[in-house]
């Protein structure tokens, strides 16, 4: 009698083949003290996830209102701390409204598939994975446009056959670090009736005088045409993700929206964290400027050494090497000089494009940058010895 074949089989061999080919993950499970590394490998960009004001906000939450939201927003799920966090956020925003959700990943997924269900989406090539997923979710034509390119955007908008169409994009790219064209986008996707959709993942809480966002430092804040995403894991350092639009868009997302229909709340601890980091960045609106300002620091230094990168948007500081391996050795440099960086490899990033993602912080000094230049000036050398 013939074996039955193995349904394992496949996945074995596409696990060797990306061993060979440097592209396995691991996880390294982190401990309470650390282990002694500068980080600048997470997107702790103003260094609140330590901050105790978080913690203890988050720990008079859970006393409050226990550890779980017990069910979807539409059912037991939403609490006073979340309708106190959507009026904070859309006031700091400057938006209509704001609709909480359990993850920026979420955010984007509900954003996206939803107001660009039945429409043609138009996405950047750089967009981050959650966008290229919901796109797919969509079951909308899809039209992929090369990065940053706002001519071929209105291209695509105006050879549609559709009514409705959608343009998406982050505000500041998660890997290489730059910035949308957003003012020019806006006015293209206005010029073709497009509602406009930015993901401000990573701008919000870095980008413009109070970190309020990168639509808003471009004076679009404002404008009813333009839906906002956002996460509460990286400079509000807690946990969610949240949409900001129109009275009309947040409606759509809740009766319409599977992401947020079908989804657990976000725990009343995670609310009450990001609350408090809100709150801070009202408070210590100077925290922006100082990430922006050791990014540009992290750029030059590692240009003095003749590494590969660009001046930054925000506080992502990209170091291209080219192959996984050596990206892979680089960043196992760096750790061997006390600092953690980021190892972004493909799928991520495209072929021959592997790099170290460096990310700045508000809380880093002087003492820390004298460090990473020595880990950096190690990884230069090792770049001589391998070209």
Known sequence: MNESPDPLARFRAASAAREAAGLRRTLRARTPDGDGLIDLASNDYLGLAGDARLAEAATAAVRTWGTGSTGSRLVTGSTALHAALEERLRAFAQAEGALVFSSGYLANLAAVATLGGNALVVSDAGNHASIVDACRLSRSRVVVTPHRDVTAVEKALAGRDTEHA??????????????????????????????????????????????????????????????????????????GGAVLGAREVIETLMDTGRPFIFDTGLAPGCVAAALAAVDILHNQPELPGYVRTTARELASM??????????????????????????????????????????????????????????????????????????????????????
């Open 166 to 239: 959608v343009v998406v994009t982050d505000a500041v790219f998660s890997v290489d670090g730059d910035l949308a064209p957003l003012a020019d986008l806006h006015a293209a996707a206005v010029r073709q009736g497009a509602l406009l959709i930015v993901d401000e993942a990573h701008s919000i809480g870095v980008i413009g005088p109070r970190g309020q966002g990168a639509v808003h430092a471009a004076g679009l804040a404002g404008e009813p045409g333009i839906v906002r995403t956002v996460t509460l894991s990286k400079s509000l350092g807690s946990q």
């Open 302 to 387: 590692a240009r003095e050494l003749g590494l590969e990168t660009h001046d930054p948007a925000g506080a992502v500081v990209p170091i291209v090497l080219g192959p996984p391996e050596t990206a892979l050795r680089a960043a196992v440099i760096c750790a061997e000089h006390g600092v953690r960086a980021g190892c972004f490899r493909p799928p991520s990033v495209p072929a021959g494009r592997s790099c170290l993602r460096l990310t700045a912080r508000a809380n880093l000094s002087s003492d820390d940058l004298a460090v990473i230049r020595g880990a950096l000036t190690a990884v230069a050398e090792m770049m001589k010895v391998t070209m």
